[in-house]
C-alpha cells in the first residue's frame, strides 16, 4: 500500500488493499485477552492507512478507539518484508484462454516446476484431453495458459 500511494501515486490500489484487510478484519472473533490486542492493533493500523484519503473520519475513529494524540501525528506503520513475504500463491490455470482451476503452490516455484503441475491438474486434463498443446505460458506466480489446438 505504501508503494501504491508514495511512488505510483495507484489509489485506487491501496483502498483496494485497505478494503481486504477491512474485510478480514471483520470476520475475526478475538477468543481471548492476547487476541484482543492484535485486533485493536490492526483496527489502529487500518486507521492509521485510512487517514491519508479520509482525515476527518479517521481522526474521529482514532479518537473512539481511545487513542491520543491525533492520528495524523502518529508514524506510517513499518513492515518486514521477509514477515509480509507470501510461502503460497494461487495459481489461475488456463486452457485457450478460459478460467479451467485454480491451484494453491509455493512461492518462487520455477517455471519449469509450473508448468508439470498444470499439466498434471486432473481439472486441467479433463479440458485438455488428447488434444495437441500448441504452447504452455507460465506467468510466475499468477496463471498458467495452455494453448491446445
Partial sequence: MTFDIEREYHFNTA????????NEMTGYG???????RAFKFTVET???LLSPFTPHIAEEL??????????????W???????AREE????????????????????????????KIALNDAKTMEFVGQKQI???????????????G
Fill in 15 to 22: 483502498i483496494a488493499a485497505l478494503m481486504e484487510l477491512v
Fill in 30 to 36: 478475538p477468543a481471548g485477552d492476547k487476541d484482543l
Fill in 46 to 48: 487500518a486507521l492509521l
Fill in 62 to 75: 482514532w479518537a473512539a478507539v481511545g487513542n491520543e494524540p491525533s492520528v495524523s501525528e502518529r508514524e
Fill in 77 to 83: 506503520p513499518a513492515w518486514d518484508e521477509d514477515l
Fill in 88 to 115: 503460497q500463491v494461487e495459481l489461475v490455470i488456463q486452457v485457450n484462454g478460459k478460467l479451467r482451476g485454480k491451484l494453491m503452490i509455493q512461492a518462487g516455484t520455477p517455471d519449469e516446476e509450473i508448468k
Fill in 134 to 148: 500448441r504452447k504452455v505460458i507460465v506467468v510466475r506466480g499468477r496463471l498458467v495458459n495452455i494453448v491446445v
